[in-house]
C-alpha cells in the first residue's frame, strides 16, 4: 500500500486517532509519518495533520502566533479583535488572514468577494460576478487548521469532510 | 408610491479610508481629519448635501434623526468626531465615523430597492474619485466589522406585516429566512413588541454574493412575504370581529385626548390594514406612515419646539392624530 500523503512511498506507518468521537486511519511512510510527528512514540501532544505540517516547512521562521503579534498598522492583537469583534484596521485582515477566515466563512458561508470594486465599478452589473466561487483545497486547510487550533472540533471535522471530498473528486 | 405592505426601502454601503485605522482605533485627531477629508469629497457631490458635525446639534435633533432612520442609535449615543451629511430630503445620507468611516444610506419610499441602491452606487463611485476605500480583491471592501466584508451593503425593506404577525408565522418564518442569509426583526423594539406590525427584512450575508443578486434575492423574499400577508389579511377580513377592531382603532384615534406611543403605533397600524382593505376609505396609507414617524417622542417634541414630560407628549401626540386624521 502507498503512503496516502505523498502517495509515492510505501506505507510503513499506521496512525489511528479518534477526532471528536470520529475514528481516523492513515497509512504513511516513515518520511511522511516523521514530518508530521506522529514517530515520536513519547510525545502524546501529536500535532494536527496540517498545523504539524505547515510548522514543519517553516521551522521557526514562521512567528508564534500569540497574543503578542500584533498588526503593524494599528497595534491590534487578534485577543482584541476577537474579544471586541471590531477589526482595528485594513491592514489587520492581511495581518491576521488565517485567525480570521473561519469566522469570515461561518459568517458569510463564503470567503471570496464578488461584486463593486473601486478599478471596475460597473462589475456588479455583470453576471459573471453573480457566480459564486467555491474555496480551493487550500484556503480549507488553513481553516481546518486554525479550527482545530480553536478546537472548534466540529466544525473542522465538516472541513475534514468537504476536503477529502474535493480531493477524491479530482484524483477522479 | 404608497405600496399596501412595503413601506420603504433602504439600501446602506459601509466604506473605509485605507489610510486610517478603522474608526474603533482612531486617535481624535484621526476622527477630525477623515470628517474634513470626507466633507471636501461630498462638496463636490452633484447633489446638495447639508454637513452637521454631530456634536454641534441638539439631543433633541440627534434622537430624532434616529426616530426618523437617518442615523443609528449607535451614532447618537456618542456623538464626538462623527459628522452627517444628509440632503434636504433626507434620502441620502453619509454617517461619518460610525462603525465604519462611512455609511452611505439612501431611504426610498416603497419597494425600490434597485433605485436606492443605484443611487447609492453612484455616490459611491463618484466619492472613490477623491477618497481611497480599503478594498481587497478577495475580501472586498474591508470593513471594521467582518460582518459588512465584501460589497458592504446592507439592503433592507420595512414591512407592514400586520396579518402575519397576528397569527405569529413572523416568527416562524424568521428561522428560515435566516438559513437562506436573510433577517427579520421588529422594528419598534426587538421582538417583544410584535403587535405595531412593522418589520425590517434584510440581507446578512456580504461577502460572495453580488450587489444586484442580493437586492434580487431580497426583493423575492419581500414579494413571497407580501403575498402571504396579502392573503392572510384577505382571510382576517373576513371575521366580523376583525372589521370591528379595525373601526374601533379608527374611533379611538378620532376621538383620544391622551394616547402614548405603543397605543398608537398598535391602532395606526390597524387603521392602515382598513385602507389597504378597503375599510377606511377618506385617508391615505401616506398619511398613516408619515404619523407613524411623526409620533414618536422626540419627533414631537422637535414639532413642538420643547421639551415635554411623558404625559405632556400623550397629549400632544393625541391632538396631532385627531387633526390629522379628521
Known sequence: MKCQKCKVKNATTQVKRVVNGEYEEYMLCADCAHEMGFDNIFDNSMPDMFGGLIKSLFGTALPARSQATRCPVCGSSFGDISNTGKVGCAKCYEAFLSDLLPSIRRIHGNTTHCGKSPESPAISDKSVADMPTSPTVQELKAELEQAVKEQNFEYAAQLRDKIKEMEESTNE | ?326
Open chain 2, 1 to 326: 408610491m404608497s405600496e399596501p405592505v412595503v413601506i420603504s426601502s433602504r439600501v446602506r454601503l459601509a466604506r473605509n479610508l485605507a489610510d486610517y485605522p478603522f474608526p474603533c482605533r482612531m486617535t481624535d485627531a484621526q476622527r477630525a481629519e477623515v470628517v474634513e477629508k470626507v466633507r471636501l469629497a461630498v462638496k463636490n457631490l452633484p447633489d446638495e448635501f447639508m454637513f452637521v458635525l454631530m456634536e454641534d446639534i441638539s439631543e433633541l435633533d440627534t434622537v430624532a434623526m434616529v426616530e426618523r432612520h437617518l442615523i443609528s442609535p449607535d451614532f447618537a449615543d456618542s456623538t464626538k468626531g462623527r459628522a452627517l451629511a444628509v440632503t434636504k430630503d433626507e434620502s441620502i445620507s453619509i454617517m461619518i465615523n460610525e462603525e465604519d468611516h462611512l455609511r452611505i444610506q439612501v431611504i426610498k419610499p416603497g419597494l425600490s430597492l434597485k433605485e436606492a441602491y443605484d443611487i447609492a452606487d453612484r455616490i459611491d463611485t463618484e466619492l472613490q474619485r477623491e477618497l481611497h476605500f480599503a478594498f481587497d480583491n478577495k475580501l472586498g471592501y474591508l470593513t471594521q466589522c467582518p460582518t459588512n466584508l465584501g460589497t458592504g451593503m446592507r439592503a433592507s425593506v420595512m414591512m407592514h406585516l400586520c396579518a402575519l404577525g397576528e397569527s405569529h408565522a413572523v416568527s416562524r418564518i424568521a428561522g428560515n429566512l435566516g438559513k437562506l442569509g436573510f433577517v427579520i426583526r421588529g422594528t419598534y423594539g426587538e421582538g417583544s413588541d410584535a403587535s405595531s406590525a412593522l418589520y425590517q427584512l434584510s440581507n446578512q450575508v456580504t461577502l460572495g454574493i453580488s450587489e444586484k443578486s442580493a437586492i434580487e434575492n431580497l426583493m423575492n423574499i419581500c414579494n413571497q412575504l407580501a403575498e402571504s400577508e396579502l392573503n392572510t389579511r384577505a382571510r382576517l377580513m373576513e371575521s366580523m370581529e376583525y372589521q370591528d377592531k379595525i373601526s374601533r382603532s379608527m374611533g379611538i384615534l378620532l376621538t383620544a385626548r391622551l394616547i402614548s406611543h405603543a397605543e398608537a403605533v398598535k391602532l395606526l397600524s390597524n387603521v392602515r390594514l382598513g385602507i389597504t382593505e378597503g375599510l377606511i376609505e377618506d385617508v391615505s396609507i401616506e398619511t398613516i406612515d408619515s404619523l407613524m414617524l411623526s409620533i414618536q417622542p422626540a419627533s414631537l417634541m422637535r414639532a413642538q419646539g420643547k421639551k415635554l414630560t411623558p404625559s405632556e407628549r400623550d397629549k400632544a401626540r393625541a391632538q396631532l392624530i385627531r387633526e390629522t386624521l379628521r
